[in-house]
C-alpha cells in the first residue's frame, strides 16, 4: 500500500531533512513504499533552498510545490491531497511534533482492518498551558452542542486515510475551509489512536492565540448557523425583560440609558454575526481558486 506524505510547510528551514531522515528511519522495514508531498506556504526563510536541496539528493520519491504566497495551512492541505497519488494518504506537521512511528502505527492499522477508512490521532493529554487547553476544551463543547457534525476533543489534522476518503474531501467545493469539520462531515470508519506530541526539533510554532481564536471563530461558522438564531434568542429574554421591568419595578429610577445599551449591544452582536457569515458567501461567490501554485519540484521527472 502506497502511502502519501503530505508535509505543509511555513518557515520550516531547521526541520526539512531531520524530518525526511526521521520519516525514512520509522519507514525502514515496515512502509516500503511511499512519496513525500511537501507543500512550501509562502516561506520567508531558507525552506525553499532546503526543499529544493531535498529534492536533489533524496532517495525516495520527493514532489515540492511552491506557492505563490502564504494562503494558510487549510489551502497547504488541499494542494497536497489533490498532488499525492497514493492509496492512502497521511497529513503530519513538518515540526516533527507528529513522529513517523505513529504514522506507521496508523498505516499497520489500516492494513489489519479492511472495513476502517481512516485513522485519526488525537492528544489524550496536551503539553501546553492551562489558559490553552481551558480554551481549547471549550471550543470543542460549544462546536459540538451547535453542530450535527461531532468533533472529538483534541483530534488534529494528523491522520492517515484511504484514497476513498481524500476523493470525498477533494469534491467539496467551498474555499473556506476547515479540515477538521471536514474530515467529520465527510464520515467513513474512523479509528480514534492517542498519541504525545513532542517538543518543536527547530523553529517556533506559527500558532498565536489570535490566530487559534479566528481558526475557531472559522470552524464555527462553516458547520453550524446556530449563531444566526442567537438574536432571536436574545430578543425574546430582552423582551421580557422590558415587560416585567415595565410591570413589577414601576418604583425603580430611571433605567432608560442601561436599556439603550443593552439593547443596543445586542443588535450589534446580531449584526457581526450576520456580517461574519455574509462574508463568507461573499469569498465563496468570487469562486476564486484556494491558492496558486508558482513552481513544482518532482526528483521523479527528468
Not at 9 to 16: L, P, R, S
Not at 22 to 39: K, L, M, N, P
Not at 117 to 125: I, L
Not at 166 to 177: F, G, I, Q, W, Y
Request: aromatic share 12%; with cysteine; glycine share 6%.
Amino acid at each position: 500500500m502506497k502511502v502519501s506524505l503530505i508535509i505543509p510547510c511555513f518557515n520550516e528551514e531547521g526541520n526539512v531533512f531531520p524530518l525526511y531522515e526521521a520519516v525514512e528511519r520509522s519507514f525502514r522495514g515496515t512502509v516500503s513504499d511511499y512519496e513525500f508531498i511537501f507543500v512550501n506556504d509562502g516561506s520567508r526563510d531558507g525552506t525553499p533552498d532546503r526543499l529544493r536541496e531535498l529534492v536533489g539528493t533524496a532517495k525516495q520519491p520527493v514532489k515540492v510545490l511552491n506557492f505563490s504566497r502564504n494562503y494558510g495551512k487549510e489551502a497547504a492541505i488541499l494542494a497536497g491531497l489533490a498532488e499525492g497519488s497514493g492509496d492512502c494518504f497521511t497529513i503530519m506537521d513538518g515540526d516533527l511534533q507528529q513522529s513517523p512511528d505513529v504514522v506507521v502505527e496508523m498505516v499497520r492499522y489500516l492494513e489489519e482492518n479492511p472495513d476502517c477508512d481512516c485513522v485519526t490521532a488525537f492528544q489524550e493529554n496536551r503539553n501546553e498551558s492551562p489558559v490553552m487547553v481551558f480554551f481549547k476544551d471549550n471550543f470543542y463543547r460549544v462546536i459540538n452542542s451547535m453542530t450535527d457534525t461531532e468533533f472529538v476533543n483534541g483530534a488534529s489534522d494528523f491522520r492517515t486515510f484511504r484514497r476513498n476518503v481524500r476523493d470525498a474531501v477533494l469534491s467539496l467545493p467551498e474555499t473556506s475551509r476547515f479540515s477538521k469539520g471536514i474530515f467529520s462531515w465527510v464520515g467513513f470508519e474512523t479509528h480514534y489512536i492517542p498519541y504525545t506530541a513532542e517538543e518543536r526539533h527547530s523553529g517556533t510554532t506559527k500558532w498565536s492565540f489570535s490566530k487559534l481564536w479566528k481558526y475557531a471563530i472559522s470552524g464555527i461558522i462553516s458547520f453550524t448557523t446556530t449563531p444566526l438564531r442567537l438574536p432571536l434568542l436574545f430578543s425574546g429574554v430582552t423582551g421580557t425583560a422590558a415587560v416585567l421591568t415595565a410591570l413589577f419595578d414601576k418604583k425603580s429610577k430611571d433605567k432608560t440609558v442601561p436599556a439603550i445599551l443593552g439593547t443596543g449591544s445586542l443588535l450589534l452582536l446580531a449584526l457581526g454575526v450576520l456580517g461574519e457569515y455574509i462574508a463568507r458567501v461573499f469569498q465563496e461567490t468570487k469562486h476564486r481558486p484556494v491558492y496558486l501554485i508558482k513552481e513544482v519540484l518532482d526528483n521523479r521527472e527528468p
